[in-house]
């Protein structure tokens, strides 16, 4: 069975910092492109960044300089890290992996940014 298990989520402050993590499971994400969307209240879900197989990264224009995607291929475990958080970041934000047709999502984790 296969599980991506997001965690680190929270409450924090503009301008504060926050580290999401992706747990995979039943899969080895060395083979994966793998990617954190979000999806605020009343809002589609949004790419937020993906890490390819190869090693490109890729990120929204509204979290460039601010967020970094990574993957831990020995610990099957892929990150995001975001500074500089804005209200506008708030969101639950989901892990994804995909392989061919092989379409894989997490259950998301609640990050809210305000004072």
């Known amino acids: 069975q296969v599980q991506l298990v997001e965690s680190g989520g929270g409450l924090v402050q503009p301008g504060g910092s926050l580290r999401l993590s992706c747990a995979a499971s039943?899969?080895?994400?060395?083979?994966?492109?793998m990617g954190w969307y979000r999806q605020a209240p009343g809002k589609q879900r949004e790419l937020v960044a993906t890490?390819?197989?190869?090693?490109?990264?890729n990120y929204a224009d509204s979290v460039k300089g601010r967020f970094t995607i990574s993957r831990d291929n020995a610990k099957n475990t892929m990150y995001l890290q975001m500074n500089s958080l804005k209200p506008e970041d708030t969101a639950v934000y989901y892990c994804?992996?995909?392989?061919?047709?092989?379409?894989?999502w997490g259950q998301g984790t609640q990050v809210n940014v305000s004072s």
């Open positions: 890490t390819l197989i190869g090693g490109t990264t």
């Open positions: 994804h992996g995909k392989l061919a047709t092989r379409d894989y």
């Open positions: 039943g899969i080895l994400i060395t083979f994966y492109n």
